[in-house]
């Protein structure tokens, strides 16, 4: 199962809106609604931000949100703040298995 | 609330193995599942395999089948995460990690545990 493909990094300024994609096949994003995204500071352990494309766990900002169109799903980060800067991994059901998953390849996003 | 914590750094020599605990807590055990997920210096995440402790079967990433084992301990809610013939290349961080299957996210992770493998 290989990576799902994301940039490696995207950029903006303050109070800007950024948008991370997350780039799959018709074996993992494309069947699945199952698309979760991770946001990772450094040294820290990864944060849940969407599960199921586009839920909020409790706790998120709904500054974050999620979509997903074909083999593709989106992370928007609207109203970027200094905080918000750290890098965002995607992951899908990939099927195969009860647990079958796949990460993508990590976002660095930077605040300028 | 849900704790998982995971056992301290260790540095092991190439062909051997390693075994790193995750002690969970706060919530029910056998209920979730347990995933293990690694990260290598400067690199991305990757899914090394699962457990539901209530059915005790495993499932792992087709990269490291036959070389790793994650087993499961209900009475201490405990998963344990076992790889065996380490290489350099196993250095990482590794992270268990509560696995929600029915929505395919990990929703509360432990605090990764630092493997070296050095000659």
């Known amino acids: 199962q290989s990576a799902l493909t994301q940039p490696a990094s995207v950029s903006g300024s303050p109070g800007q809106s950024i948008t991370i994609s997350c780039s799959g096949t018709s074996s993992d994003v494309g069947s699945y609604n199952l698309v979760s995204w991770y946001q990772q500071h450094p040294g820290k352990a990864p944060k849940l931000m969407i599960y199921?494309?586009?839920k909020r766990p409790s706790g998120v900002s709904n500054r974050f949100s999620g979509s997903k169109s074909g083999n593709t799903a989106s992370l928007t980060i609207s109203g970027l703040q200094a905080e918000d800067e750290a890098d965002y991994y995607c992951c899908s059901y990939a099927g195969s298995s009860t647990f079958g998953r796949v990460f993508g390849t990590g976002t660095k996003v930077t605040v300028l | 609330q849900v704790q998982l914590v995971q056992s301290g750094a260790e540095v092991k020599k190439p062909g051997s193995s390693v075994k790193v605990s995750c002690k969970a807590s706060?919530?029910?055990?056998?209920?979730?599942?347990i995933s293990w997920v690694r990260q290598a210096p400067g690199q991305g995440l990757e899914w090394m395999g699962g457990i539901i402790p209530m059915f005790g079967t495993a499932n792992y990433a087709q990269k490291f089948q036959g070389r790793v084992t994650i087993t499961a301990d209900e009475s201490t809610s405990t998963a344990y995460m076992e790889l065996s013939s380490l290489r350099s290349e196993d250095t990482a961080f590794y992270y268990c990690?509560?696995?929600?299957?029915?929505?395919?996210?990990?929703?509360?992770w432990g605090q990764g545990t630092l493997v070296t493998v050095s000659s």
């Open positions: 706060g919530g029910t055990f056998s209920s979730y599942a």
């Open positions: 990690a509560r696995d929600t299957i029915a929505v395919a996210s990990f929703d509360h």
């Open positions: 199921e494309v586009s």
